[in-house]
């Protein structure tokens, strides 16, 4: 029997190492807040859900942000397909994020999804809108950079 193949990284916050499922979730996490258009040199990648998050929460609105959160996972992350994707409150004041449920493929990336295994998480929609909030009255750009 082959030992699996786990993808490896590092925490975007803390640099601690990530290893498999804990590494897809991040990445998923980064798929959904990134912005269309945004990166250099991989214009594609990103998803366009906060287009969407300004409308009211309507059934065709709600299609809409799970077509574009589905699209987006199954486009860019090979190592997981979402099964199940509903709403949820994380918070008293209203803040909106998602329950997600699918089949982890271990070495999707590599092609052999003969090893999958079920998994659930929440992730917020909009997890760095309160860094732009808080950081956009004191004058600091996107980029972590005051303002001039």
Known sequence: MQAIRYRTGLD???FKPL???AHVQQSIAVIWTTRLLTR???L???SDVRSWLAEDLTPETAIGIY?????AVHTHEPEYRIRDLQFVSLSREGGLGLKH???YYPEGRLGNYTIAQPVAASLPLAAREGWYR????????TTGRTAT
């Not at 077509?67 to 699209?71: A, G, M, R, S």
């Not at 808080?134 to 750009?141: K, Y």
């Open 12 to 14: 975007r916050t803390t």
């Open 19 to 21: 290893v498999g499922w």
């Open 40 to 42: 250099v040199m991989r």
């Open 44 to 46: 594609s990648f990103g």
């Open 67 to 71: 077509d574009e959160l589905v699209t």
């Open 101 to 103: 449920g699918g089949i």
């Open 134 to 141: 808080r950081n956009a009255v004191l004058g600091v750009g």
